[in-house]
């Protein structure tokens, strides 16, 4: 009896090519949406096995395996393909969310098999990946204690400022005071980020006409980039994708045809606009003083933040630093402030892409709850800036 196997990959010729090499072994079944796994899975199907060919920082990624293993309850192989080198803080995110092994050449069938019963057998010990990490977070209980304790005092008697804020944007522009975005935290734990909007409604829609202002764009690579890029299957049938990206240029983008060229793609991981016209006036004076920020502190009530961490990156930022050392900024929580925001934010220079990188990384690896407690006192002059970042 073949093997039940759920393929997970935005590319369809990739699950094309793994059904067609095991073919007479597995039982593929491919999906390009966490959902509909999901609603797959609770449906009673039976699945022997996860391979996961994605990004680690998308959708498809940890994020989805932690919730099949912890709120599903799958205790079922999950084996990683990539075609990247793996470094070992990354390898480390991957084990401990609950990857089996890590495979950059798919082995033969047989090999794989047993490998898949072993794995599927009663009193399993590990994976041949399974060594001591090579980078760890150190946790304490201090940190956490701190967080609620600073959080829900900060958000009580902070209401009121909050709902003047609030006030203050919808009297000056139309839409929402609070907004969300997906965003990417600690071990890619992607979770809803919360903001005073300090910018326009329309400011996605505006994002292509203010992409040369970007403080960390390095080149520019943009000839031959059509607005609206569609991929191969989409247009096939005719019809627009309905899982769209905006790209580092400011286009829309299919996330499957971004998937195809974001490994040729020389922009900058990060963006961020300098002078930007898509800010209104309430907006510049919360974001020079930091207050656009408060909403966060409900996401560190939640435990989707710390006070202090590396900023969360949005999904088209995380994806381009998941490989070399840079996976290790991931290995710590995410936070409202940290490291390279008071070693720059007040000083009057600009923080190129690998300095704020490198920051993050050694706050990643050089934890300590007395540097948290420094950062904070830092943070304190730093919010206060003339330059409009």
């Known amino acids: 009896m073949k093997k039940k196997i759920v393929y997970l990959a935005t590319d369809p010729q990739l699950a094309l090519n793994f059904r067609i090499k095991y073919n007479e072994v597995f039982d593929v079944q491919h999906f390009d949406n966490p959902t509909h796994l999901l609603s797959w899975l609770t449906q009673g199907e039976r699945t022997d096995a996860i391979f996961n060919a994605s990004n680690p920082a998308s959708p498809l990624g940890l994020s989805l395996i932690r919730t099949v293993k912890k709120e599903v309850g799958l205790n079922l192989p999950v084996f990683w ?28 069938e047989q090999t794989l098999v047993t490998r898949l019963n072993y794995l599927s057998a009663p ?53 929402p005071a609070l907004y969300y975005s997906y965003r990417v935290g600690e071990g890619y734990k992607i979770f809803k980020f919360w903001k005073f909007r300090s910018m326009r409604q329309d400011a996605d829609l505006m994002l292509s006409s203010v992409k040369d202002l970007n403080q960390y764009q390095t080149t520019t690579g943009n000839e031959g980039h059509e607005t609206n890029n569609v991929c191969e299957t989409c247009l096939n049938q005719g019809s627009d994708c309905q899982k769209k990206l905006v790209d580092t240029t400011g286009q829309l983008i299919c996330e499957k045809y971004y998937q195809h060229l974001k490994k040729g793609n020389g922009n900058a991981s990060f963006i961020k606009i300098v002078n930007d016209p898509r800010i209104t006036r309430i907006g510049t004076f919360i974001r020079n003083t930091s207050l656009d920020e408060l909403p966060q502190l409900y996401n560190v009530l939640r435990g989707d933040m710390s006070i202090i961490g590396n900023r969360p990156l949005p999904l088209y930022e995380a994806e381009k630093i998941t490989t070399d050392q840079f996976a290790a900024r991931f290995i710590a929580p995410a936070g409202i402030t940290g490291l390279w925001q008071v070693s ?15 920051l993050d990384i050694e706050y990643a690896k050089n934890y ?16 206060f800036q003339k330059e409009n970042v």
Do not use: C, W
């Not at 793996?86 to 495979?103: H, M, Q, T, Y």
């Not at 720059?344 to 490198?358: Q, V, W």
């Open 368 to 383: 300590s709850f007395k540097r948290d407690l420094l950062i904070i006192f830092k943070t304190i002059p730093a919010m």
């Open 81 to 108: 393909v990539t075609e990247e080198v793996i470094s070992p803080a990354l390898r480390d995110l991957l084990l401990n969310a609950g990857v089996s092994d890590i495979f950059r050449k798919l082995p033969n």
């Open 344 to 358: 720059k934010r007040g000083k009057g220079g600009y923080l190129s892409e690998d300095e704020r990188k490198a």
């Open 123 to 175: 009193k399993q010990s590990g994976s041949f990946l399974a060594n001591p990490p090579t980078y760890a977070f150190k946790h304490s209980f201090q940190k956490r204690a701190f967080d609620i304790i600073f959080s829900a005092t900060a958000l009580f008697f902070l209401l009121p400022v909050m709902a003047i804020i609030a006030i203050l944007i919808k009297l000056e522009s139309k839409g």
